[in-house]
């Protein structure tokens, strides 16, 4: 092999952007399994190339004491191999190992115990021209590949545009990336949308794939990075980190909740979202195929937080566990529906997008819960409360939702322990009583009886003078 060849496979290794050495490493190794395929090769071997560009075959001999043990150690690493295998994919390895098929490393040999004989066979330069062809070839296009890989590999959970290639089988929808085709598999595909062939769409990279055939790309519809992507390409307040989406929850092709928070005085987050009468989000709605999305402006009070991801539906009260992470929401009575939505998705997606269990009870079903958990569904007449709330009544008549003291009936609001011992549970005083009526005697009321009768017998007697009147007058 001319040394004009080695030039052009270190060109063809700057050009593909190749590791440098590893073609003439790849020749090497191949040029050593065709030498051991010769009549009468040596058992250890090794092929080296010289400055003239010209491959030579050295035949390695070692002291048999530290051949033994060589070949022992490369059976153990052979057998160790076997067994990792057989634990990735579960099947039992039926390889018979030869002591003449293994790699032996005689590396860290002293080269005083290694003795070395240049045994290249006749016509070894017409063998090394046949095989560089079909080397250079399989190295270029696994280090293609292996660049392919390495570059896809970053770039899991980017979103990237391609063109249906084939989307004949809704179980495999193919999709053109440029320097790979990628696939978008049935489950990652939104029910309802259709994928025609040469039509552009955006996904998800979720996952990529080191195959034979090079890598396998996976793509994804149904990924929320989908929705953070579209805005961030829509909303130029995102891409410039004025404002920032704390969070996805998402029913795939139809409904969609963000939560996002404003880093810049002056700026609204959920108006810089929807943008000049609606277009951003209209863009984005557009491009998930009218699925419809609520922006929720984000707030670090898990309490309104949870009330807003409710949108569109009017929330009156929340009531938090901290411990459990649990909401009580109460809500009008002609919101309730609303509040869950169509088979619960609204409430679903305000549980998955503040990370609070939430409980939507309305009106009249919290009052009738709270009367049961304060009296152990008695009539509140002598009954115990037990539910642990500050006993107080507002001035509005409510009672007050925060939690009693320990060992008192009451919450730490000084108005509220002013309550205590004072017989009464109503914050600035009791009601107003209804001023009592004083009875009558007897006999005044007999005769206010008799003049209420004769009032009445006179109101009967007018009655019929004036029908009579106009009886006349109709004659």
Not at 364 to 376: K, P, Q, V
């Amino acid at each position: 092999m001319s040394q004009e060849i080695i030039d052009a496979v270190r060109e063809i290794e700057r050009e593909k952007g190749i590791e440098e050495g590893a073609l003439v490493s790849a020749l090497e190794d191949a040029l050593l399994a065709a030498y051991k395929k010769t009549p009468g090769a040596s058992r250890h071997a090794t092929v080296e190339m010289h400055d003239d560009g010209e491959f030579r075959v050295f035949s390695v001999e070692l002291p048999p004491d530290i051949e033994e043990r060589l070949i022992d150690e490369a059976r153990e690493r052979k057998l160790e191999e076997l067994e990792r295998l057989e634990e990735e994919t579960g099947e039992r390895q039926h390889t018979l190992i030869s002591d003449d098929d293994l790699d032996v490393d005689w590396s860290e040999i002293p080269e005083n115990d290694v003795k070395r004989e240049d045994v290249t066979p006749e016509g070894f330069g017409r063998i090394a021209a046949q095989t560089a062809k079909q080397v250079i070839l399989q190295r270029i296009r696994e280090e293609e590949r292996r660049m392919m890989y390495d570059e896809y590999i970053d770039r899991v959970t980017e979103v990237v545009t391609g063109i249906v290639q084939q989307a004949g089988d809704r179980n495999n929808v193919l999709v053109d990336l440029g320097k790979v085709e990628a696939l978008l598999p049935r489950s990652e595909q939104v029910d309802g949308e259709r994928y025609e062939q040469g039509s552009r769409i955006k996904a998800v990279i979720t996952e990529v794939r080191s195959g034979t055939k090079g890598p396998q790309v996976i793509l994804s519809r149904r990924d929320p990075e989908l929705i953070k992507t579209l805005f961030e390409l829509e909303v130029p307040e995102i891409a410039d980190g004025l404002v920032d989406i704390r969070g996805v929850a998402r029913e795939p092709g139809y409904r969609s909740k963000i939560a996002v928070e404003s880093h810049a005085q002056g700026v609204d987050p959920v108006g810089a979202c929807v943008g000049p009468r609606g277009s951003r989000v209209r863009m984005v709605v557009s491009e998930l195929r009218g699925e419809k999305i609520d922006i929720i402006p984000w707030n670090p009070e898990p309490a309104r937080f949870v009330a807003k991801a409710l949108s569109p539906a009017r929330v009156r009260e929340v009531y938090l566990d901290d411990d459990a992470r649990e909401a009580t929401v109460v809500v009008p009575d002609d919101q309730l529906a609303l509040a869950i939505g169509k088979e619960g998705m609204n409430a679903r997606l305000a549980a998955r997008l503040t990370g609070w269990k939430i409980d939507i009870q309305s009106d009249t079903e919290f009052a009738r819960a709270e009367a049961d958990a304060a009296f152990g569904g008695g009539d509140g007449e002598g009954g115990e409360d037990y539910s642990g709330r500050c006993a107080a009544i507002l001035t509005n008549g409510k009672r007050c939702p925060n939690a009693a003291l320990p060992g008192s009936r009451f919450c730490g609001v000084p108005a509220h322990q002013e309550l205590e011992g004072s017989g009464s549970d109503y914050v600035g005083g009791p009601p107003p009583e209804e001023p009592e009526l004083e009875e009558a005697p007897a006999e005044a009321a007999d005769a206010s009886e008799a003049e209420a009768g004769e009032e009445a017998d006179a109101g009967v007697a007018d009655v019929e003078v004036v029908e009579a009147a106009s009886e006349e007058e109709s004659s």
